[in-house]
């Protein structure tokens, strides 16, 4: 279950997507290497990989979601350019090799853990993927709705870029216009300040095991 102050709070760590079962879904043609094809087909394929771990929920392990889910998130994303955008380009450019490593694993974990944890059951949501996108200077805005079984939808754009590896994700817009790469940044450079890059990484790291034992971070 899904519900409006859950997606809020998930869409703040920047680990928020739509369901749509592929019916729902205006037809795809597959993107290719060269950043060429549709914009909505990695959010179709994250919209699937979500459903099915939402419909086997928690009788799956949390291992087995992460293992579902960590491809497709990674596809749907560009995890890279959100982590270099959130930390600051002149502070990534200073931070040693093994230490831009190791806080890029620990932000995808964070990341695929955040969904396993916040769609871990599915009771009765439909989700949609407008027809039409509209640009934002060269990117390109697939427009989606999450619509519960009761209640209001909640409008989410996810801001399409094209990068080497096809169209990737670099943003999200709660209720078409709250960015949660501008509140991931804010948060971000706070746990900077306050410890350099080891802080980051050991604060999302906690986050991510308390997401992986049911408690919330």
Known sequence: MIGRRN????????????????AQTPPATPHDASGHGDPMQP????????????????????????????????????????????VGPARWSTLPDA????LMNVFIRFTVDSYVANFNAYDGETFLIAPEMRHVGNDLVVQTKIVPASGDPTKMDYVMRQS????????????????????TRSDFRALLAQGGASHLIESLRGKAVGLESGVAP
């Open 164 to 183: 080497d590896k096809g169209w990737r994700a670099v943003d999200i817009l709660l209720d078409g216009s709250i960015s949660r790469v501008a509140v």
């Open 99 to 102: 230490e831009k490593t190791e």
């Open 43 to 86: 959010i179709a394929d994250l919209n699937a990989g979500l459903l099915r771990v939402m419909h086997t929920g928690k009788a799956t392990s949390f291992d087995e979601r992460v293992s579902v889910l960590t491809p497709i998130v990674t596809n749907a994303f560009d995890l890279a350019a959100i982590l270099q955008s959130s």
């Open 7 to 22: 997606l809020v709070k998930f869409g703040v760590a920047l680990c928020l997507a739509p369901i749509a079962a592929f």
